[in-house]
């Protein structure tokens, strides 16, 4: 079984509509992400979470929030999609006690129309 | 702040050919420097990581990467070039002073047959 595991892979929904990005890891980090991914422009840092206690914004966090339920579980929302994050989101985790080495998820190709 | 930069988008080799792929990064205190692979509709896995010990770093499948610290680089490479090496590539760097992986834009390598 996948160490990441990432729910929808894929989502096509319409402008306006609230979409909710699931992500469980079973590697027991600590230390959770979300990144978007656009063609010719990398990765892009959403949000990450050092603990379950511990939010913090990333570089792109405009239109999203994210929730971590439990240390295992980490969720992003787009409360109203806008065609503009039409992307591929990836899921990361990593070790606090470790060189920040992350682990990713297989991904979600998200269509806003 | 820390960066990444992979010069180009696009590198093709013939089986069997040299691969180098090229990254330079700017931190201003020691860094973790990270190789990633992202094969077609898949996530990202590790190839590499340099972590202050050897300046020479072996990675899976054939590749590895040199950490110069005069010329601020980390560049990839692999003696003979595969068909299953087409892929993109991600360079990504990491310090302790703000704890996240900052990514290059990736680059993708072409094999010919």
């Known amino acids: 079984d996948a160490d990441v595991t990432q729910t929808p892979r894929n989502r096509i929904t319409k402008t306006g509509k609230r979409i909710m990005l699931e992500c469980s890891q079973t590697k027991g980090h600590d230390r959770m992400y979300w990144y978007r991914q656009d063609p010719g422009l990398g990765l892009r840092l959403i949000y990450y979470?050092?603990?379950?206690?511990?939010?913090n914004k990333g570089e792109i966090s405009d239109g999203y929030s994210v929730s971590r339920q439990a240390q295992a579980k980490f969720s992003l929302s787009l409360e109203s999609a806008i065609p503009n994050q039409t992307a591929l989101y990836f899921c990361?985790?990593?070790?606090?006690?470790?060189?920040?080495?992350?682990?990713f998820g297989p991904g979600t190709r998200l269509t806003v129309l | 702040a820390q960066s990444v930069t992979q010069l180009g988008s696009h590198v093709s080799v013939s089986e069997g050919a040299l691969v180098l792929l090229r990254c330079n990064y700017s931190?201003?205190?020691?860094?973790?420097l990270f190789w990633y692979v992202q094969y077609p509709n898949q996530g990202l896995q590790l190839l590499l990581k340099?972590?202050?010990?050897?300046?020479l770093v072996k990675g899976i499948n054939g590749f590895e990467a040199e950490f110069k610290k005069s010329e601020t680089s980390f560049h990839l490479t692999k003696p003979s070039a595969h068909m299953s090496d087409a892929a993109e590539y991600f360079c990504?760097?990491?310090?302790?002073?703000?704890?996240?992986?900052?990514f290059g834009k990736g680059i993708t390598l072409s094999v010919r047959p």
């Open positions: 990361a985790t990593s070790d606090s006690r470790g060189h920040n080495e992350q682990f």
């Open positions: 931190s201003s205190v020691p860094p973790y």
């Open positions: 990504a760097v990491y310090t302790g002073a703000n704890s996240k992986l900052t």
């Open positions: 979470s050092f603990d379950v206690k511990d939010i």
């Open positions: 340099y972590t202050s010990a050897a300046t």
